[in-house]
């Protein structure tokens, strides 16, 4: 497991004393802290996850408001509700359940606590945020980078990995064919700080962070040159030095004003794109210096416009490193279930380590995030992420495995898959009944016809349909975008989506339904958006995904003609690549 560090209760205290010390004397009201590095990245090592300092909380994705007296708040949607329960200190922090969004949420609890003067890390603010907060507090004070540092024991970040070049074959089209397609002029450029799409337009890779395929960097992209900012120490191979189009550039990030200023005196850009929303508030203070706010344009969403939208050659890419994931999920549920068949005694930490195995045996070079293996129970917390080595699986037991990894390429896999710990035992009637609703639904929205601009939530409601009539739902989005991260902007399937789907977008389907206390259920396939052979204005998805369904679990009375007819023309597939369920006894 790659988490750590792990903090008592009494030090999470003690920060968070030392914190309102520290506020009280610069008569701050409250102060925001983000769940983001200076990259706004979403998996962030809690090493540098200045949130997890001051809450002990693991999750991905939250948000944190510490007011000048009582209890701190955590701000959380519902893929965290059962989590942030167990793992914080109760007495201390106050979970925040957020049904809409967490960052509006907290947001308005500003302006309901009365905070006028409110701090926040610049560094670790998105801009679009740091204008939301400003209509609440009257003065938003930035907090320097470093200040955390002097009162709280941040622990060392792991040393970097070499920056490599992606081979022609395993990616799309070259960087300066990228640049040349989105830039008119030689005076136009873009300020970019979202790692994955760093990654995506200089076609490197470099693992830096885990769970991550990309490296820590900065970016200026123009049309004729992409200038990457690294740190010194930041190791880079001499073919990625040499590719046409880029620049690394050797700085440490508090100088990158000066960097700027000296490329600009050369560039003479007229006009510098930024992303709102993947851009921290002290970027931007640092670009409005250098380029001046006239020349400065909002370009809301970056590059994920041309980045979502995959190639022929990334798609290739992506069907072969699936083809390996779901080897590696198919031979570890086969592990799992014979194990539990022969007697033997397998926890959720074994499942947890036997997953990465078999991943490594199809030739992973990471995971794309931290495995989720949730038994029983756990089952139904939907980012479950604490296996444990004292829960033991039974036979009877219901299993909820989610899991990806990065391949060669570095494009990332998620699967969830959830099984019954031995299909030759009868499961209980609700399992089989949530099962089969939650299959239902991945059925309906994967064999959609849609029109091409489509709005996510149309084929969402698609994936509902059927366990909503049941009295069952879930809090979470149908669908998110996949490519050199886990999770990509640029399309997404959920209640409020108004993204509109497009050929060649890659997107998850993974309804659920979780009952705390007794268990849960996901299945996720990944699916790219492909013509429909038959009717020319038509769209369609076509799964990356072959990796069958638990028998053990399905009521087909549950199912009508169609259901079936998919299902097993799906679960055919599966059994030509060694890859159903149906043949594990």
Known sequence: MKKSITLSNQTIKSNIEKLKKFMAGRSLDGMYVSSFDQFLNEYVPLEDNHRFYLTGFTGSMAELLVPAQGKVRLYVDGRYFEQADLEVDLNEVEVMKCLTSTTEELAQDVKKLGMKKLGYEADRTTLGYLKRLSKEASEMVSIGGTEFAKFIEFQPLPALKEIFHVPREQRGRDTLEKTRSIFTSDKQGMFLAALDSIAWITNCRGYHLSFLSSFYSKALVTREKVYIFVTPETPVSAKAKKEAGLEFI????????????????????????????????????????????????????????????????????????????????????????????????????????????????????????????????????????????????????????????????????????????????????????????????????????????????????????????????????????????????????????????????????????????????????????????????????????????????????????????????????????????????
């Open 250 to 585: 050797s700085i440490y990030f508090h100088d990158l004003e000066k960097e700027l200023e000296r490329l600009q005196n050369t560039l003479h850009l007229n006009e510098v794109w930024f992303d709102p929303g993947m851009m921290n508030a002290s970027d931007f203070s640092t670009c409005a210096k250098v380029f001046g706010l006239e020349k400065l344009q909002e370009k809301p969403g970056g590059f994920y416009e041309y980045q979502s939208i995959k190639e022929p050659v990334e798609i290739q890419q992506m069907e072969a490193g699936f083809r390996k994931a779901d080897k590696a999920i198919f031979n570890t549920i086969k592990w799992a279930k014979d194990s539990i068949k022969a007697g033997k005694r397998i926890t959720e930490l074994d499942l947890y380590h036997e997953t990465s195995k078999k991943y490594q045996e199809q030739g992973s070079v990471d995971q794309s995030f931290n495995t989720i293996a949730g038994c029983g129970p756990n089952g139904s917390i939907i980012h479950y992420g604490n296996p444990s080595d004292e829960v033991v699986i039974k036979d009877t037991d219901m299993v909820l495995l989610d899991s990806g990894g990065y391949f060669e390429g570095g494009w990332a896999t998620d699967t969830t898959r959830t099984f019954l710990g031995d299909s030759s035992k009868k499961a209980d009637p609700k399992m089989i009944e949530i099962y089969t609703l939650t299959l239902k639904g991945l059925l309906a929205c994967q064999s959609a016809v849609f029109p091409e601009g489509t709005k996510g939530m149309v084929l969402d409601g698609l994936a509902r349909n059927a366990m909503r009539k049941k009295g069952y739902d879930y809090n979470h989005g149908t669908g998110h975008g996949v490519g050199v991260h886990v999770h990509e902007p640029g399309v997404r399937i959920s209640t409020i989506s108004n993204v509109p789907m497009k050929l060649g977008q890659c997107v998850s389907i993974e309804p659920g339904i979780y009952i705390p206390g007794f268990g849960g259920v996901r299945l996720e396939n990944i699916a790219y958006v492909e013509k429909h052979p038959d009717y020319p204005k038509m769209l369609r998805f076509q799964s990356f995904v072959y990796i069958g369904f638990d028998p053990a679990l399905i009521d087909m009375n549950l199912l009508n003609d169609e259901e079936k007819k998919i299902l097993e023309e799906y679960e055919a597939e599966c059994l030509k690549r060694g890859t159903s369920l149906r043949a594990i006894k």
